[in-house]
């Protein structure tokens, strides 16, 4: 397994570096995923470079994991705590555009191994097939309720006659006989596809939450219904934010949450339960500002799943 995982630096937020055999029952594992199932296999992922991008901007958190952090409301290294404790980076799962069913075998297989070792994987995206075989990763460690923050629906079905595309994330997880439960976030504008397959999101039991329904009802309506003491996977896409503040995206759609509504959204779920593992996927840098104004936020998402999971 460890050949399948190539290593840059630097670690996400000055993590230490680790492998797959050496994760410790509660740390958190980081891993990239470039790319798994593209519709022009002769094209690198729109998001390929993101891991490494979020990796870079998170260095301006590195230094300061010390300090006491309002947004977790705690201080998350404390003098008397190795960083170790927090979790390990292990770089990035190796992938390549014409190699579909390799990518996503050697993401799954990385997933299922953290959550083997008692280690809670965190993925950083990586184009919007990535979740597939992250939750597919799953298998033998549900159930689990997926809960997904994205502009998108991603109820289609064949798209360009690939099945596993970037489209389908929601219906393959659908699909996964140890996810119990949906819930979608964040849904509005255009790009979900057609009344069908909304229809068959619904019915087969996954609650869409409109950003509207969001805004107005808030995170305790959007979260009502699922089970106490429930088992949590969360997806992101970064076009369930607002491109007020994260405009790096490939399908920009106005509307959606902002940073502070993910914060409370992550509070929500682990009041409910335990965050198993989040995937980020869908940052585009080449859409980014100078400042990289989009993958620091990332990267500040990441530190907040990291502490949610760990604390």
């Not at 022009?40 to 230094?63: E, N």
């Not at 959550?115 to 597939?132: C, H, K, N, Q, W």
């Not at 429930?230 to 399908?251: E, H, K, N, Q, Y």
Request: aromatic share 6%.
């Amino acid at each position: 397994m460890s050949d399948d995982i190539d290593f840059d630096y630097p670690t996400l937020c000055g993590l230490p570096t680790g492998t797959l055999d050496g994760l410790t029952p509660g740390q958190v594992a980081v891993f990239g995923a470039s790319e798994v199932t593209p519709y022009d296999a002769t094209v690198a992922s729109h998001s390929a470079q993101a891991p490494g991008a979020i990796r870079a901007a998170s260095k301006a958190l590195a230094g300061q994991l010390k300090q006491f952090d309002f947004d977790i409301g705690a201080t998350l290294l404390s003098d008397d705590r190795d960083p170790a404790w927090l979790g390990a980076d292990l770089g990035d799962v190796r992938t390549r555009a014409i190699d579909a069913a390799g990518n996503r075998e050697r993401i799954a297989a990385a997933t299922a191994a953290a959550l083997g070792a008692g280690a809670r994987p965190l993925v950083l995206g990586g184009d919007d097939s990535v979740p597939i075989p992250f939750l597919a990763g799953f298998e033998g460690h549900g159930p689990v309720t997926v809960v997904q923050v994205d502009a998108h629906v991603d109820w289609a079905d064949v798209v360009r006659g690939q099945d596993k595309g970037y489209g389908s994330p929601m219906r393959r997880a659908a699909e996964m006989p140890w996810v119990e439960g949906m819930v979608q976030i964040g849904i509005r504008g255009l790009g979900s596809g057609e009344a069908w397959q909304h229809d068959d999101a619904r019915g087969w039991g996954s609650r869409l939450i409109g950003s509207r329904d969001w805004h107005r009802g808030g995170v305790d309506r959007a979260l009502d219904g699922l089970p106490a003491g429930g088992r949590f996977v969360l997806s992101i896409d970064c076009d369930g934010l607002d491109p007020t503040v994260f405009p790096a995206v490939a399908m920009p759609t106005p509307g959606g949450l902002d940073y502070e509504d993910m914060l409370t959204l992550v509070d929500g779920l682990k009041a409910r339960g335990t965050i198993l593992g989040a995937v980020i996927a869908e940052y585009v840098p080449d859409r980014d500002d100078a400042a990289r104004s989009s993958a620091l936020l990332a990267a500040r998402l990441a530190l907040t799943l990291m502490a949610a999971m760990r604390l």
